[in-house]
Nanobody, 124 residues
């Protein structure tokens, strides 16, 4: 059974940093974790950052570019370093897996497997 687990969320002051981790297991052949999404209360889930399996292509939402850095160890493990956090970054953050990576956009429809999320709360 596919399992995706996010960790590293928490409460941080504005301007602080957090590092999210994503670990997957039992992904079908050809699938890998590649997308970070977030969802704030009352808002739609949105793409934050993505990374190709070979790590040679990345995607960042304009609002996080220059502050967030995505990286990966292998097909089943990746990270999101978040610096200079602001209150607007408060949300549940999700990791997702797919068998394709669209480097120019991050759409929920691309992803088939999702974690349960890790809460990030930034105090202003």
């Amino acid at each position: 059974q596919v399992q995706i687990v996010e960790s590293g969320g928490g409460l941080v002051q504005a301007g602080g940093s957090l590092r999210l981790s994503c670990t997957a297991s039992e992904l079908p052949r050809g699938y890998y974790v590649s997308g970070w999404f977030r969802q704030a209360p009352g808002k739609e889930r949105e793409g934050v950052s993505g990374i190709r399996l070979t790590a040679d292509k990345t995607f960042y939402a304009p609002s996080v570019k220059g502050r967030f850095t995505i990286s990966r160890d292998n097909a089943n493990k990746m990270y999101l370093q978040m610096n200079n956090l602001t209150h607007d970054n408060t949300a549940m953050y999700y990791c997702a897996a797919a068998n394709v990576f669209v480097w120019y956009e991050l759409s929920t429809s691309t992803y088939e497997y999702w974690g349960q999320g890790t809460q990030v709360t930034v105090a202003s």
